[in-house]
Structures are given as structure tokens and as C-alpha cells.
């Protein structure tokens, strides 16, 4: 089974960082795009970024810029660095595998639990 659990969520100010973590399981992880999206009340899910095995990123064009993903294969863990947040980001992120981009939007076949992003002052 395909096992995706987010981590480092929290609170912070307009301008700070944050960096989430996806501990990935039961898959080849060297051979599948993982990546993640996020959830806001009232708001359409939005795919946020994905990396690729071989390493090629994608990024949404709000958060390009502010947002760096990156991935660990002897950890099996993603990562996503969030400088300059803003409180629109606030939001759950999920982690999820399987990412492909279709017409610009990212979209996946698996996730995890979420972990809460809030952005305020």
C-alpha cells in the first residue's frame, strides 16, 4: 500500500517559512512523482508542486518563486520549503504520489493525511 504521511505544519506570520516533510512507503519511491496540493475552506483543491524521478519540478504559478520542492531517496522523504507565505496559503496541505500535470494543473492518485498551514498575523 501506497503510504503518504505530511508533517511540519503550523502557524506563522505574513513572511515567514515553514517546511513540510512527506515520509513516502510502499512504492519504488525513485520511480514515482510525488508532490503536493492543498485544500482551503470554500476553495477548489490546488495542486501546489511535484518532483519527478528524474528530478524535474513543477511549481503553480502562485506559489512559484516562494516555494521549493525537494526530495531525500535514502529517506524516502519530499520535502517542501515556504518562504514568504502569505495568509492565502493558509490552507491543509496534503502529500501526494502519482503526480502528473495535465493542462498545467497538477493531480494525483494517492494522498495522506493533510498537515494545517496558517497564515496570519
Known amino acids: 500500500d501506497v503510504q503518504l504521511q505530511a508533517s511540519g505544519g503550523g502557524s506563522v506570520q505574513p513572511g515567514g517559512s515553514l517546511r513540510l516533510s512527506c515520509a513516502a512507503s510502499?512504492?519504488?519511491?525513485?520511480?514515482?512523482?510525488i508532490g503536493w496540493f492543498r485544500q482551503a475552506p470554500g476553495k477548489e483543491r490546488e495542486g501546489v508542486s511535484c518532483?519527478?524521478?528524474?528530478?524535474?519540478?513543477y511549481y503553480a504559478r502562485s506559489v512559484k518563486g516562494r516555494f521549493t520542492i525537494s526530495s531525500d531517496s535514502a529517506r524516502n522523504t519530499v520535502y517542501l520549503q515556504m518562504n514568504s507565505l502569505r495568509p492565502e496559503d493558509t490552507a491543509v496541505y496534503y502529500c501526494?504520489?502519482?503526480?502528473?500535470?495535465?493542462?498545467?494543473?497538477?493531480?494525483?492518485?494517492?494522498w495522506g493525511q493533510g498537515t494545517q498551514v496558517t497564515v496570519s498575523s
Open positions: 510502499g512504492f519504488g519511491f525513485d520511480y514515482y512523482a
Open positions: 501526494g504520489g502519482g503526480c502528473t500535470v495535465v493542462a498545467g494543473v497538477a493531480v494525483f492518485d494517492s
Open positions: 518532483i519527478n524521478s528524474d528530478g524535474s519540478t
